[in-house]
Nanobody, 118 residues
C-alpha cells in the first residue's frame, strides 16, 4: 500500500529548530516531486517547499525563504524539511505530498503538528 508518514513535529520555542521527515513506501519515490504543505487553524492549506524528482530543484514560499530547507534522499525514500528560526506564525499541521505529472498521481500524508510558542 502507498504510504507517506510524517514525523518530527512537536512543540518548540520561537527561534528554535525542528527537522521534519516523510518516509515513503509503495511507489517509485525517485519519479515523484515531493513537497511540504501546511495548514494553520482557520486558514487554507499552503505550499511551503517543493523539490523536483530529477534535478532536485527546490522552491520555497516567501514566508520561509532563508529559514527552511527541503531535501530528499532517494536511497532512503525520505524527504526532509529543516526548519530554523521558527516563528509563532509557523504553527500548523505540516503535510507531505508526492506528485507525478505523467499520470497525475497525487499522494498525501496524514500530517504532523508543529507548534511554535513560548
Amino acid at each position: 500500500q502507498v504510504q507517506l508518514v510524517e514525523s518530527g513535529g512537536g512543540l518548540v520555542q520561537p527561534g528554535g529548530s525542528l527537522r521534519l521527515s516523510c518516509a515513503a513506501s509503495g511507489f517509485y519515490f525517485s519519479n515523484y516531486a515531493m513537497s511540504w504543505y501546511r495548514q494553520a487553524p482557520g486558514k487554507e492549506r499552503e505550499l511551503v517547499a517543493g523539490i523536483t524528482s530529477v534535478s532536485a530543484s527546490t522552491n520555497y514560499a516567501d514566508a520561509v525563504k532563508g529559514r527552511f530547507t527541503i531535501s530528499r534522499d532517494n536511497a532512503k525514500k525520505t524527504v526532509y524539511l529543516q526548519m530554523n528560526s521558527l516563528k509563532p506564525e509557523d504553527t500548523a499541521v505540516y503535510y507531505c505530498n508526492a506528485f507525478r505529472s505523467f499520470n497525475a498521481v497525487n499522494y498525501w500524508g496524514k500530517g504532523t503538528l508543529v507548534t511554535v510558542s513560548s
